[in-house]
């Protein structure tokens, strides 16, 4: 695979960054996570955006436009000829030296890579996954809005470490006052007294771009869908739970901490929001 930096293609055995990046030293930079269907970049105007909002938020001025950056993006897809896959495009706060100071790192990177997506068994999405709630708080909204997609990612790291070490595929994370937020690496959504509930963004949960089109597809069923702020009792007390996201796409949960979400089996509103989105991702 052919790796973008800073306007110029690598092979991946020779695409490097300094070691004295702050995205190295620090963490200091966004990211997006996009996907590829039908040789079609997805929502790559959402993904822009996005990591627009996200380089504002951390006073990171992109040294690109908008519509250069998504030229690079086309170009990162051409040259490695992917029709499936998935696009990782950074930014980092750039070279700099080895205090944390941005004003030091005089040229943010830009970096793309392009390759195969690892995804979720195959089997999960029929069966539904188990996951449990992690006692690792998400990262409060006042410290660094996890709104945010920055490249520092221990704060879910820590949750999934947990979820993988308890035999689970995913980890529900919860705010200091146990609102339920998202997950790990996915936003969360319960279908519960014949509504379609997920955490409002304001407690600090991704506005993830999957997540948005669910909304949509729902509201277009003629489903009631609400953002809310609820806790772990809602969840375990729903009629259907699932988890969305950009590697995952829509993903069925049956179980919550041992709890069984409705009968113990993805559930009939999951199933038909897996279906619409399907079809959604076909017409493009
Ligand atoms: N929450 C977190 C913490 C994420 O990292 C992601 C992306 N993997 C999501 C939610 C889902 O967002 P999207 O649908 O935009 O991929």
């Known amino acids: 695979m052919q790796v973008y930096i800073d306007g110029k ?3 991946q055995s020779k695409a490097n960054i300094s070691v004295y990046d702050h995205g190295f030293l620090y963490g200091d930079g966004v990211f997006e996570g996009i996907r590829i269907y039908n040789d079609n970049i997805f929502m790559l105007d959402e993904h822009i955006n996005r990591l627009y909002d ?3 938020a951390i006073g990171l001025k992109v040294p690109l436009s908008k519509a250069e950056i998504k030229d690079a993006v086309k170009q990162a897809h051409k040259v490695n000829g992917l029709k499936s896959g998935y696009v990782r495009l950074i930014v980092t706060r750039g070279v700099g030296n080895l205090g944390i100071d941005p004003k030091k790192c005089p040229k943010p990177s830009i970096v793309i890579i392009v390759n195969k997506i690892a995804l ?15 006692s690792t708080q998400r990262t409060p909204v006042s410290a660094l809005n996890p709104q945010i997609k920055s490249m520092n990612y221990l704060n879910n790291i820590l949750a999934k470490i947990e979820a993988v070490n ?3 595929n ?4 919860l705010d200091s006052s146990g609102n339920v937020v998202e997950c ?3 936003n969360i959504f319960i279908y519960r007294n014949d509504t379609l509930i997920t955490p409002t963004t304001s407690i600090g949960a991704l506005d993830g771009i999957t997540r948005g089109i669910v909304m949509k597809l729902a509201e277009q069923e003629g489903l009631s869908v609400k953002e809310l702020i609820f ?11 699932f988890l969305t996201g950009t590697a995952a796409e829509l993903i069925p949960v049956v179980k919550v901490d041992g709890r069984e979400i409705g009968n113990g089996k993805p559930g009939k509103i999951t199933g038909l929001l897996i279906n619409k989105f399907r079809k959604f991702i076909e017409l493009l």
Not at 120 to 134: D, F, H, N, Q, R
């Open 54 to 56: 996200s380089a504002k």
């Open 231 to 241: 806790s772990k009792y809602e969840v375990y007390t729903s009629d259907e739970c």
């Open 184 to 186: 790990s690496g996915d």
């Open 170 to 173: 995913e980890a529900l994370m």
């Open 166 to 168: 308890a035999g689970a």
């Open 120 to 134: 979720y068994p195959v089997a999960l999405y029929k069966k539904g996954m188990e996951i449990i709630t992690a």
């Open 9 to 11: 293609f690598f092979p």
